[in-house]
T-cell receptor, first 111, second 114 residues
């Protein structure tokens, strides 16, 4: 069964304290892995797509990496405005092209 | 502005009532999706449509119905058969092209059963 697991469920950081969020997956036929940011009561905001192992993408204080079994979202020197829930999703091969989501990591950055 | 709009933002339903959630996009995307989000759980797919006049059931389609008469619109009806409809509902559309395959989300509708 295809599975996407995110850890930790919740993470509290002090402003400036760098850390990483993990997304591990057991799927067959990965076409892409996606990271989204979701603020309370809002729709997910697209951050990154990674298509192959070894790929890395960066945006401001965020950097996403991909291996054959997992992805990391590294947050460097976070600020309080980085507080949100970060969602990981995988796109599987096949005609349906559905996204399978993890349950998210709730990040809180304290000033 | 290009984007995805959902309405209403908040919706209250009485027991036994059908309600319809609106989703509109002006991104010219062919594929559209409906997801349900419950606290502590990942998004779960309800229905999707890859082209006008065609749609497919997702993982949790029971108690829901959809239509896709126009490319821009993909309304979701929550019927009285849905036993636990209180949730946050998200609509998405998909951009496909050379080197890209990404779903973008609307702002969501929060449905509460009274």
């Amino acid at each position: 069964e295809d599975q996407v697991t995110q850890s930790p469920e919740a993470l509290r950081l002090q402003e400036g304290e760098s850390s990483s969020l993990n997304c591990s997956y057991t799927v067959s036929g990965l076409r892409g892995l996606f990271w989204y940011r979701q603020d309370p009561g809002k729709g997910p905001e697209f951050l990154f797509t990674l298509y192959s192992a070894g790929e890395e993408k960066e945006k401001e204080r965020l950097k996403a990496t991909l291996t054959k079994k997992e992805s990391f979202l590294h947050i460097t020197a976070p600020k309080p405005e980085d507080s949100a829930t970060y969602l990981c999703a995988v796109l599987l091969s096949g005609s349906a092209r559905q996204l399978t989501f993890g349950s998210g990591t709730q990040l809180t950055v304290l000033p | 502005d290009g984007g995805i709009t959902q309405s209403p933002k908040y919706l209250f339903r009485k027991e036994g009532q059908n309600v319809t959630l609106s989703c509109e996009q002006n991104l010219n995307h062919d594929a559209m999706y409906w997801y349900r989000q419950d606290p502590g759980q990942g998004l779960r797919l309800i229905y999707y449509s890859q082209i006008v006049n065609d749609f497919q059931k997702g993982d949790i389609a029971e108690g829901y119905s959809v239509s896709r008469e126009k490319k821009e619109s993909f309304p979701l009806t929550v019927t009285s058969a849905q036993k636990n409809p209180t949730a946050f509902y998200l609509c998405a559309s998909r951009e496909q092209g050379a080197g890209t395959d990404t779903q973008y989300f609307g702002p969501g509708t929060r449905l509460t059963v009274l």
